[in-house]
Nanobody
Framework: QVQLLESGGGLVQAGGSLRVSCAASGRTSGTSGMGWFRQAPGKEREFVAAFGWRSGSSYADSVKGRFTIFRDNAKNSVYLQMNSLKSEDTAVYYC?????????????????WGQGTQVTVSS
């Protein structure tokens, strides 16, 4: 089993920056790929970014150029640096772990999920 714990969410003004973090514990051998998803009220959970040791980083078009995913393997952690935030980025952000070395944007590719952290961008 893998446990994922997100932190770092909060309230920020449009145009500002925020970094969310995710710490993995337990059987971390099952975290070859890590991803971030988000879910706004009344909407489906959507892909934001992913990092795989074989594929590198990938991003949804809506965040490309503004968000950066990076991983610290020594700390079993993955981070999402969010810059130039917009009101439409408001959502609960979820960290997810996959056994795939090149995880994609599909929700079903990820086996483990965190509880989520709220990010609110005020306009």
């Amino acid at each position: 089993q893998v446990q994922l714990l997100e932190s770092g969410g909060g309230l920020v003004q449009a145009g500002g920056s925020l970094r969310v973090s995710c710490a993995a514990s337990g059987r971390t051998s099952g975290t070859s790929g890590m991803g971030w998803f988000r879910q706004a009220p009344g909407k489906e959970r959507e892909f934001v970014a992913a990092f795989g040791w074989r594929s590198g980083s990938s991003y949804a078009d809506s965040v490309k150029g503004r968000f950066t995913i990076f991983r610290d393997n020594a700390k079993n952690s993955v981070y999402l640096q969010m810059n130039s935030l917009k009101s439409e980025d408001t959502a609960v952000y979820y960290c997810a772990a996959s056994s795939k070395l090149a995880p994609g944007p599909g929700v079903n590719e990820y086996r483990y999920w965190g509880q989520g952290t709220q990010v609110t961008v005020s306009s």
